[in-house]
């Protein structure tokens, strides 16, 4: 409801055939080594204390540019088969994120599902103009390796639906809390990095 752009809804699946693996096994393993499912480019930082209602985890996200995007998610729920984080303001994105996983005929299915909102107008036009298919891409390579690590080799699915197309211009002010932009100013500005263009030069 705090966001700018249209809302989406998105389920990514994936099949665990042919791995005896229970829903809760799964969820276990995801949280004890979430980032590590991450594709290249991407850096979770989880709580010491693992991944359970309150805590927070840092966020460094590859952007186009050669810049990195840092931010944040705070777990909301966690049980045996399933968490949920919620992204802070300035993130990409206005959204809950459920991981989960539960058995269909004897098959443990993972699931991510995402409702989402681009969180002010710069995002939004970052979302139509190719941001919703580099998220697609990165939560379905994430399936893909976590599947691999239960020595499954599957493709997962893409299910997406667009809620409600209308944007909240109430919300447009977002913009001022941008984790893109504060953090290209932070790289352009920080002392570590005129240290580093003068070693380069």
């Known amino acids: 409801m705090q966001g700018f752009g249209q809302l989406w809804q998105k389920r990514y699946r994936i099949r665990l055939e ?6 809760e096994q799964v969820i276990s393993t995801w949280k004890s080594e979430f980032g590590t499912f991450w594709p290249k480019g991407a850096s979770f ?41 919620m992204t802070p303001e300035g993130h990409m994105f206005a959204a809950w994120i459920t991981f989960s996983a539960h058995q269909d005929d004897a098959t443990t299915v993972v699931q991510i599902e995402v409702l989402l909102r681009a969180n002010d107008p710069m995002y939004e036009v970052t979302m139509a103009l190719g941001g919703h298919k580099r998220e697609n891409a990165f939560w379905l390579a994430t399936l893909h390796n976590l599947a691999a690590r239960f020595s499954v080799d599957a493709t997962p699915t893409l299910e997406q639906t667009c809620v409600d197309r209308k944007r909240q211009w109430k919300n447009a002010k977002n913009i001022r809390h941008n984790a893109a932009i504060r953090s290209t100013i932070w790289t352009a500005t920080h002392p570590r990095h005129w240290f580093r263009r003068t070693r380069e030069a």
């Open 18 to 23: 042919g791995a005896e693996t229970a829903p």
């Open 45 to 85: 930082y989880g709580p010491i204390t693992g991944i359970a209602p309150g805590e927070v985890a840092l966020l460094n996200l590859a952007v186009p540019g050669g810049q990195t995007l840092s931010t944040g998610v705070m777990v909301i729920y966690a049980d045996e088969e399933s968490f949920t984080f």
